[in-house]
């Protein structure tokens, strides 16, 4: 199937259609029962700039690149300053210049805009304050695997109404979910998001009712990268919403529990729900891998090989690209 992702942005689960994101979630599970991806990605070069940490989404974006036969480049923060030693339109303008595609976890959404807006090459979201679509849409595949259906599936988001919870948002109002946000009076999600998402979002602030007919339990830290001033504060208007033994007898027995991870064990989760036999984190966590390498092959399949060096094709002495975007530039 022609992917309409092809040599597009992916920035968050809002742009796409619904029969491409099914269309991701069949390769990923192709991929993930042994049918070969292929090498879309041969002779081509994937920058990632991650300028939060990262485990999960970094290596497992690298491992998709490598196995989808690219090269990929991982820069930090320490490395590129983007928006200090430079603008985030410059970066954007450079990287354009070398690489075939960037991944990127920035801070600010907007910025996030301002690389796509300022790259020919595909820009996918790697997490942003606002928004964790490759996070969600691995956890589609999840949902798939352990409740049977994506559609219909009852998810009940116990945490902060931020970025991962935006991009559930997302998600159930594409899919069909069943959504169900659970967070303290002050962290729920932009009520603009909410009333968009219609029918399929229900928001309560009491836990036990919120995940009373779940099948799937999901929370997120309390303290996000980059909230770390607020962490007390947060420990305790988020201490009655803790994923623990006694929330879970409130879930069917058949709930099972996700959690985007890194987890702050003994704030938002205890140990004992994280390592009990109902949660399925490390699986999810795994997923990231296979639902990356079907979104990579989606935007890079039949892409045009690499674009010549504008140098050599004569182009860059002019300071044009090989679209002239760039002439009226000074080189
Ligand atoms: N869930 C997630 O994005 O993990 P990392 O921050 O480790 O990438
Ligand atoms: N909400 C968390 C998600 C981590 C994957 C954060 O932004 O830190």
């Given at each position: ?80 300053e983007m928006g200090r030693r430079e603008s985030v339109a410059d970066v954007a303008r450079i990287l354009d210049r070398f690489v075939d595609g960037l991944v990127a976890r920035i801070p600010s959404h907007r910025d996030l805009l301002g690389l796509a807006e300022h790259m020919r ?13 490759c996070q969600v849409l691995a956890d589609c595949l999840t949902l798939k695997e352990v409740v049977g259906r994506v559609a219909g599936a009852r998810v009940a988001f116990i945490g902060d109404g931020n970025n991962v919870c935006a991009s559930w948002i997302e998600a159930a109002s ?158």
């Amino acid at each position: 199937m022609e992917s309409r992702l092809r040599g597009r942005d992916f920035l968050d689960i809002a742009d796409l259609d619904v029969a491409t994101c099914r269309s991701i979630l069949d390769t990923a599970r192709r991929h993930k029962a042994g049918a070969d991806p292929g090498k879309p990605l041969r002779g081509r070069t994937v920058a990632m700039v991650f300028l939060r940490p990262s485990n999960r989404t970094r290596v497992s974006f690298e491992v998709a690149i490598h196995r989808l036969g690219g090269h990929p480049i991982a820069l930090f923060d320490r490395e590129i300053e983007m928006g200090r030693r430079e603008s985030v339109a410059d970066v954007a303008r450079i990287l354009d210049r070398f690489v075939d595609g960037l991944v990127a976890r920035i801070p600010s959404h907007r910025d996030l805009l301002g690389l796509a807006e300022h790259m020919r090459a595909p820009v996918i979201n790697a997490m942003t304050d606002a928004s964790h679509p490759c996070q969600v849409l691995a956890d589609c595949l999840t949902l798939k695997e352990v409740v049977g259906r994506v559609a219909g599936a009852r998810v009940a988001f116990i945490g902060d109404g931020n970025n991962v919870c935006a991009s559930w948002i997302e998600a159930a109002s594409l899919l069909g979910i069943n959504l169900t946000v659970v967070s303290p009076p002050g962290y729920e999600p932009d009520p603009a998001q909410l009333a968009r998402a219609g029918g399929t979002v229900h928001l309560t602030h009491e836990a036990a009712e919120g995940v009373a007919d779940a099948d799937i339990v999901y929370t997120d830290v309390w303290t996000s990268m980059g909230q770390e001033a607020e962490h007390e504060q947060r420990r305790q208007d988020f201490g009655p919403y803790q994923v623990n033994a006694a929330l879970l007898r409130a879930a069917p027995p058949s709930a099972r529990v996700m959690h985007c991870l890194p987890a702050h064990r003994g704030e938002e989760i205890t140990d004992e729900v994280l390592d009990g036999p109902q949660a399925v984190v490390f699986a999810q966590a795994e997923n990231r891998l296979w639902v990356q390498q079907a979104l990579l092959a989606a935007i890079f399949h039949g892409k045009a090989e690499p674009r010549p060096d504008p140098a050599s094709a004569g182009a860059g002495a002019s300071g044009a690209g090989p679209d002239g975007r760039e002439a009226a530039e000074p080189g």
